[in-house]
T-cell receptor
Framework: GAVVSQHPSRVICKSGTSVKIECRSL??????MFWYRQFPKQSLMLMAT?????????EQGVEKDKFLINHASLTLSTLTVTSAHPEDSSFYIC??????????FGEGSWLTVV | DAKTTQPPSMDCAEGRAANLPCNHS???????VYWYRQIHSQGPQYIIH???NNETNEMASLIITEDRKSSTLILPHATLRDTAVYYC???????????????FGQGTTLQVKP
């Protein structure tokens, strides 16, 4: 299947700083990318949908000024967690859809805010 | 998107078929049934999807009832590596302005036992 890669896989940052997570589609062009967050023992929660070249659409309850999403090219989307706090510590997962219907997921990024 | 109902957990003996049920009684005519699985601390893995007809690939088979209100994912010969959380998701396909985002429920935790 198609490959979606996330970087970094694990990151630790200090409270109050910002951290950026990258999501790349390696062998296809992703017109739409999605960002999820998953807390331990819970399901994935959709945070936002990003379409290349346009502003992201955020799900209800997700702060767009805190979770900045950029989808500048057909193979790259980034999620920046601004002014991170310990409660932002979570598993962040991106997914990407090309011209077909199937959506492929990245390996996920563990964020720990200390 | 329509919601799905899955049993929270199931056990299966190694080498036997694992049959995972999913109810989606409010599914619309243009919504597909998708199955993903998530092995601990990894991103979800695409398994299979279908609209009306039964589908089979190298990983699994998908049986959709004639009224499309329920489906069953079949792993024909379960191995220990199939232990994971399995998610059944209904999603709008093509021909819609919806981006086709995947909304995850709680899924079924499948434990394959030796």
């Amino acid at each position: 299947g198609a490959v979606v890669s996330q970087h970094p896989s694990r990151v630790i940052c200090k409270s109050g700083t910002s951290v950026k997570i990258e999501c790349r589609s390696l062998d296809f062009q992703a017109t739409t990318m999605f960002w999820y967050r998953q807390f331990p023992k819970q399901s994935l929660m959709l945070m936002a949908t990003s379409n290349e070249g346009s502003k992201a659409t955020y799900e209800q309850g997700v702060e767009k000024d805190k979770f900045l999403i950029n989808h500048a090219s057909l193979t790259l989307s980034t999620l920046t967690v601004t002014s991170a706090h310990p409660e932002d510590s979570s598993f962040y997962i991106c997914s990407a859809r090309g011209v077909g219907l199937t959506i492929y997921f990245g390996e996920g990024s563990w964020l720990t805010v200390v | 998107d329509a919601k799905t109902t899955q049993p929270p957990s199931m056990d299966c003996a190694e080498g036997r078929a694992a049959n995972l049920p999913c109810n989606h009684s409010t599914i619309s005519g243009n919504e597909y049934v998708y199955w993903y699985r998530q092995i601990h601390s990894q991103g979800p893995q695409y398994i299979i999807h279908g609209l009306k007809n039964n589908e089979t690939n190298e990983m699994a088979s998908l049986i959709i009832t004639e009224d499309r209100k329920s489906s069953t994912l079949i792993l024909p010969h379960a191995t220990l590596r199939d232990t994971a959380v399995y998610y059944c998701i209904v999603r709008v396909g093509s021909g819609s302005s919806n981006t086709g985002k995947l909304i995850f429920g709680q899924g079924t935790t499948l434990q394959v036992k030796p």
